[in-house]
């Protein structure tokens, strides 16, 4: 069985992460390199097992999440397809089982909010584990007169945890922001369409989801 480890060590994917990220440096978007990937394969792992899900879910999630944005490679329009294509390429040549190539592509192609559908429990903890990523390392640019919406929005973010509770069957992502940098609605202008993303991927889980934004319950 292909294994978390050896995906995070193929020298090839690293590649694909390291200059899909420089392609979107170049267009101006935030951090979508290492730190995100890993924080988005973690996190995916860490919500099938909290709600009881299986080892090997959860390693296929880590895996599917660890890949997901290869395809920014090529365009980040259809990023999501296109990084599906490349997976299954990828995991072939690594010998991985065709069930589990199946189950990765599947959550690799359907991650991206405009043709994202949580099919299944592996899916649908990496859509959430991936529209959670809001923090302000993520930003880019150093000058804050320069920033855009999606710049003023992360860099706002003073604190940002996703708490899974098993007994509650719920999901909450809890966020600090500075409204004096970015008002609450510049939130929703940019994340509304993910977080009801969110929302569809939690019912897959069995759970419901909660935004919670300065302790205000906001979805």
């Known amino acids: 069985m292909i294994t978390y480890e050896q995906v995070k060590s193929n020298e090839e994917l690293k590649t694909y992460i390291r200059m899909a990220d420089e392609s979107l440096a170049n267009m101006g978007f935030t951090e979508h390199s290492f730190a995100h990937v890993t924080y988005v394969a973690e996190t995916a792992k860490r919500i099938l097992l909290t ?29 999501a397809h296109n990084g599906a294509v490349m997976a299954y390429k990828l995991l072939s ?18 991650h991206d909010e405009k043709s994202a559908y949580a099919i299944n429990p592996i899916t649908a903890a990496m859509i959430i584990a991936d529209k959670s990523d809001v923090r302000r390392t ?57 977080m009801v993303l969110c929302r569809h991927a939690a019912e897959k889980l069995g759970c419901s989801f909660r935004l919670t934004i300065n302790d205000h319950n906001m979805l």
């Open 93 to 110: 040549d690594m010998k991985a089982d065709v069930a589990d190539i199946a189950i990765i592509i599947n959550a690799i192609g359907n």
């Open 51 to 79: 709600l009881g899900y299986s080892a090997r879910q959860a390693e296929l999630a880590q895996i599917a999440a660890y890949m997901h944005d290869i395809g920014n490679i090529i365009n980040r329009t259809d990023h």
């Open 138 to 194: 993520r930003v880019r640019n150093q000058n804050e007169k320069n920033f855009d919406i999606h710049d003023r929005v992360n860099h706002s973010v003073k604190k940002s945890s996703l708490n899974i509770q098993r007994d509650s069957s719920e999901i909450e992502l809890k966020l600090k922001i500075d409204t004096e940098e970015c008002p609450v609605m510049d939130y929703f202008e940019i994340f509304l369409d993910r």
